[in-house]
């Protein structure tokens, strides 16, 4: 136990044995990470520098806070959504390792807001954002706080979005680096981390066999291509919906049935919703339904259904497993949700598993020393994490795996450098 009791809001400060025990269990899968924290503590980054971080409050979230603090960093941890807080983490935080965290499972609306206003008391030099939560909240709200801003980092697809709508309209006046883009984080965060914990969620939540179902996938972006192979992988007949043309052919050249969900609503057995955008799954969608269909959305807001249409369809709601929402229709049918439409992964399972996580942030890690390292040097606006920092990543967790791979001769250098000669 640290001697200074952290500042918090959370469930239960018992839970922390639990939360410490699975904190060092995803640790074992986290070497890069752990590398970056040993770094961090030699050479202290962050000293001096105020932290708020608004992230799903994980065991792998857990490891990138431990290792913001081993730099230096006065840091407060917030939840980015209100159904994915693991308690026992965020206990074990407050008590084990003295970060401050404001965040419980099952925190309502005001709640949350409120919990994004303290961590902007906290005058934030940096900013780990998950859906663009609080730097909406601060340019909207708390412009004085943006004289002592170095700048943001920003997680998921969803508040890349935002962030260049704040682009568009002017608002962005700060360096925000988009860690989605790194390929080390999309390519396998997004990927095999919502491929793999989104069918975790679903079977927690109902287990039942994926095998023979149809299950539609809506949105085929880098989480729909993962669950959607993913899906298959486990026996069943997927269906993906789209509205990129592009995406719509790569998905029909993948081997997967594309239909609008007018007509993929009539024959799914489990919809998952994966597309960042509102309203995808809809009235007249849930009318087409077969009796007992499963909804559920693993995009990063709770808007992909329509759960007011829904509600104004049912004559009943009733819980009917953990996680678990029976909507019984007035016209006699019922449609199951899972997790009150909110991230199914991480609503009714853990999230991504620790070893595409430790990836992720790295990611986050190395871009906020970057931001403090180059401090009133960056324009504002968005930035990619540099290839470098992209490439040594990939480097380490290569080795790490204890994989080894080519490296160039110096002829091929040369040929790739050169045009001269062809045919
Ligand atoms: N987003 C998805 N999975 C996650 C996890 N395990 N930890 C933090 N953020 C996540």
Redesign the pocket.
């Given at each position: 136990m640290v001697a200074t009791q952290a500042r918090h809001d959370v469930k239960d400060l018992s839970l922390a044995v639990l939360g410490k025990q699975r904190i060092e269990w995803a640790g074992r899968e986290m070497p890069v990470l752990r590398q970056i924290q040993e770094r961090f503590a030699q050479e202290k980054p962050f000293a001096g520098v105020r932290l708020v971080a608004c992230?799903?409050?994980?065991?792998?979230?857990a490891h990138l806070a431990i290792a913001l603090k081993s730099g230096g960093a006065d840091a407060i941890l917030i939840a980015?959504n209100p159904l994915?807080t693991q308690d026992d983490v965020a206990a074990s935080l407050v008590a084990d390792h003295g970060i401050a965290v404001y965040a419980f499972r099952g925190e309502d609306n005001d709640t949350y807001q409120r919990h994004v206003r303290i961590a902007l008391d906290h005058k934030p030099n940096i900013i780990i954002d998950?859906g663009s939560d609080v730097v909406a909240t601060m340019i909207q709200e708390r412009q004085e706080l943006l004289a002592d801003l170095i700048g943001t980092t920003e997680?998921?697809t969803t508040g890349i979005v935002r962030l260049r709508a704040m682009l568009k309209d002017g608002v962005l006046t700060f360096p925000a680096v988009n860690v989605n883009d790194a390929d080390t984080k999309h390519f396998f965060?997004n990927r095999y981390?919502?491929g793999q914990?989104t069918l975790d969620g679903i079977i927690r939540a109902t287990n039942i066999l994926l095998a023979g179902k149809t299950i539609v996938v809506a949105g085929y972006g880098w989480c729909g291509k993962g669950t959607a192979m993913r899906a298959r992988g486990m026996g069943a007949n997927v269906v993906v919906t789209e509205i990129d043309p592009v995406k719509a052919i790569e998905a029909a050249m993948d081997g997967y049935r594309v239909l609008p969900m007018s007509e993929a609503a009539a024959v799914g057995d489990v919809f998952i919703t994966v597309t960042g955008n509102k309203h995808i799954i809809r009235q007249e969608h849930f009318e087409s339904m077969k009796d007992g269909a499963i909804v559920c959305n693993s995009g990063h807001f709770d808007i992909e259904i329509d759960l007011k249409a829904l509600k104004e369809l049912s004559s009943e709601v009733k819980i009917v497993r953990n996680f678990t929402e029976e909507y019984r229709l007035k016209s006699g049918k019922s449609v199951i949700v899972i997790g009150e439409g909110r991230?199914v992964?991480?609503a009714a399972a853990?999230?991504?598993?620790?070893a595409v996580?430790d990836m992720?942030?790295a990611n986050q890690a190395m871009a906020c020393e970057y931001l403090v390292k180059n401090k009133g040097k960056l324009e504002p606006g968005l930035y990619s994490i540099p290839v470098e920092v992209d490439q040594e990543i990939a480097r380490l967790k290569l080795q790490a795996m204890g994989i080894t791979i080519d490296t160039l001769t110096a002829s091929q250098i040369d040929y790739m450098n050169s045009w001269t000669s062809g045919t």
């Open positions: 992230c799903h409050i994980t065991t792998e979230t980015s994915s998950d997680e998921t965060d981390g919502t914990s991230l992964n991480l853990e999230g991504h598993p620790s996580m992720s942030f």
